[in-house]
């Protein structure tokens, strides 16, 4: 099973928000979203936007909204 990750991450490294899906269409779809979302302002403070994928659940960090 594929999980997919979407985290959008402070200029600290600090995840600010995250969600997890086995729907790789909506994980797409919510990443460009969050891409789209950063002003160039926060782009320049080092924000980011990361999509990732993990093969477990257990992988997944504790304080995303899970989609299944």
Do not use: F
Not at 1 to 22: F, H, K, L, R
Not at 26 to 53: D, I, Y
């Amino acid at each position: 099973m594929t999980i997919w990750i979407n985290e959008q991450i402070d200029p600290s490294g600090i995840v600010y928000a995250c969600i997890a899906s086995c729907d790789e269409e909506l994980a797409k779809s919510c990443h460009e979203s969050w891409q789209e979302g950063l002003t160039p302002e926060q782009k320049q403070q080092g924000w980011l936007a990361n999509l990732r994928t993990v093969e477990s659940w257990d992988e997944v960090p504790v304080n995303a909204l899970k989609l299944n």
